[in-house]
């Protein structure tokens, strides 16, 4: 299992970025999917999941209606749109998958929010 995320970067408060998670050595459309973020000093936290489908979506209470998460399991990819970023968004951002009682991270990629 590999998961790669690309897509960060530095953005200004109320910026947008959209992550991408390219998944490889599994059958992508049989997993849900995670994106979790740890901010310096803090616990790594879920911000969103999607069924292997995509049916249905889950959210952290921070950024519901702000954040995004979709795939395409054609390209084996799963995204995080963001939107309306402010500075508490500010962490390194994690690609997941729970396989078989496994989990299974990305290297994850840096979103700094600041002006």
């Known amino acids: 299992v590999q998961l790669v995320e690309s897509g960060g970067g530095w953005v200004q408060p109320g910026g947008s970025l959209r992550l991408s998670c390219t998944a490889s050595g599994f059958t992508f459309s049989w997993y849900a999917m995670s994106w979790y973020r740890q901010a310096p000093g803090k616990e790594r936290d879920l911000v969103a999941s999607?069924?292997?489908?995509?049916?249905?979506?889950n959210y952290a209470d921070s950024v519901k209606g702000r954040f995004t998460i979709s795939r395409d399991n054609a390209k084996n990819t799963a995204y995080l749109q963001m939107n309306s970023l402010n500075p508490e968004d500010t962490a390194v951002y994690y690609c997941?998958?729970?396989?078989?009682?496994?989990?299974?991270w990305g290297q994850g990629t840096q979103v700094t929010v600041s002006s």
């Open positions: 999607i069924t292997n489908d995509g049916g249905r979506t």
């Open positions: 997941n998958t729970h396989q078989w009682g496994r989990s299974y």
